[in-house]
């Protein structure tokens, strides 16, 4: 399907296209295996000189097409989906890097993608530099190494709600002969087509807006295809030169443009076998249906009530890209002038001992170690999901010790607002 189509058409029709006789619906395909009439079949799917399914593990019919509609939504020539966000980035990564490499990574992301670049890829040999996304170009530039393979970043961090100038980080990273990948799960390519601005891979955590109902835990890597792996051939042999494990093929070229996406599948998912399951993956088909429609409504909530706690006298900073106050609104109105997501950062002027006050408080709003999807939810990261980092790595990552993290759903406007409101005057 042609992806000059609007983006609403390709959330609900891309990746499956029935033919006459065949189920409207994405079919769930619950197989771990497919049978084939002979052995010369199966020996050249093991071989990858032919396409098919013959392992669930590696592929699955239910999981291409949802992938197919992702890397449609996203603009890339390929995608696979993995059994989480964290698989997924783990996977994006350790595609191209491996032991005495390095990479360069904005410090504002994900706590638990921190730990996973900086604490266990530091355990596999591959080191990480952290740098602040806000930084001149001649401070990114001397992170760089002779080893460096790849730069990450995340195009709305979370919690930090800062805006990754992903034009900057895709300039500097092929000045150095690297790719960018960057995860693009808070605004989703309904907000950000992140290929769009020079980032080579996108990756995401499904199991937020993209499934949006908090079903089904899951993840996706999107190839763009556009970084010329051949160009910088010694340093990405893994791809450029012979796989002893595929008797000496060499994805570049085989692949061509899908060399990345392919070797992801072929030799990551082989050995790692990180799968989501074709009945999340169905789930995931259904949130993806609606996910335009589901954007524009968090967005426009979470701006009303952005608003509102920027004016609230016991409220002493927010964090939401299209505030004026946002220190990154310049970069939220070129990247995300339609809108970002439904997350708000946001701090109280009795610090971290307020916030915690306040969570239980809330009546609408769930504490639970989840964001983005249609129940509003509300986390304190410095004592949950970034609890494992000092005050010194909290403020690095932009979630400092007093944020409070709010994910809008798809409650009424109004009635979140009331409920934010009593919670406030109980303080």
């Known amino acids: 399907m042609s992806n000059k189509l609007h983006i609403g058409t390709l959330c609900v029709q891309a990746g499956y296209e029935p033919q006459n006789g065949e189920s409207r619906q994405l079919p769930i395909v619950q197989s771990t295996t497919f049978k084939y009439t002979n052995a010369e079949q199966m020996a050249a799917l093991f071989d990858l000189d032919a396409e098919g399914y013959f392992y669930t593990r590696l592929a699955n019919p239910t999981n291409d097409h949802v992938a197919a509609k992702i890397a449609a939504l996203e603009g890339g020539v390929g995608a696979m989906l993995t059994s989480s966000g964290q698989a997924a980035n783990f996977y994006a990564c350790f595609n191209i890097a491996q032991a005495g490499d390095h990479i360069v990574s904005a410090s504002g992301i994900y706590g638990g993608t921190f730990n996973l670049l900086g604490n266990t890829l530091r355990k596999m040999g591959i080191e990480v530099t952290f740098v602040d996304q806000a930084a001149s170009e001649e401070e990114l530039n001397r992170a760089f190494r002779p080893n460096t393979k790849l730069v990450f970043g995340e195009s709305l961090g979370n919690p930090s709600m800062r805006v990754l100038d992903i034009q900057k980080f895709a300039r500097i990273a092929h000045a150095h002969g690297v790719p960018l990948i960057v995860d693009n799960t808070f605004p989703t390519p309904v907000h950000l087509r992140p290929l769009e601005w020079g980032a080579d891979i996108v990756t995401h955590s499904t199991t937020k807006y993209m499934d949006g109902h908090g079903v089904a835990v899951g993840g996706v890597i999107v190839d763009g295809g556009t970084f010329d792996w051949e160009a910088h051939h010694d340093r990405f042999a893994c791809l450029t030169e012979p796989d002893d494990t ?182």
């Open 246 to 427: 595929y008797h000496g093929l060499v994805y570049t070229q085989k692949f061509g443009r899908k060399a990345f996406i392919v070797k992801a599948t072929a030799q990551l998912m082989r050995d790692f076998g990180s799968i989501q399951s074709p009945q999340n993956a169905f789930y995931l088909n259904l949130g993806l249906q609606s996910l335009h429609v589901r954007m524009r409504q968090h967005c426009a909530s979470a701006e009303q009530i952005a608003r509102f706690l920027e004016n609230h006298e016991q409220v002493a900073w927010v964090t939401y890209p299209s505030l004026d106050s946002h220190p990154d609104k310049a970069l939220a109105d070129k990247y995300l002038p339609d809108g970002s997501c439904g997350v708000i950062s946001f701090g109280l002027k009795g610090g971290r001992e307020a916030a915690m006050k306040l969570i239980p408080l809330l009546q609408l709003a769930t504490v639970e170690t989840h964001v983005a999807d249609c129940y509003t939810c509300v986390l304190h990261p410095a004592s949950h999901t970034h609890r494992q980092m000092t005050d010194e790595q909290l403020i690095a990552a932009g979630a400092a010790p007093d944020l409070i993290r709010l994910s809008i759903g798809l409650e009424d406007t109004e009635d979140l607002l009331a409920d934010l409101e009593a919670a406030l005057a109980q303080l």
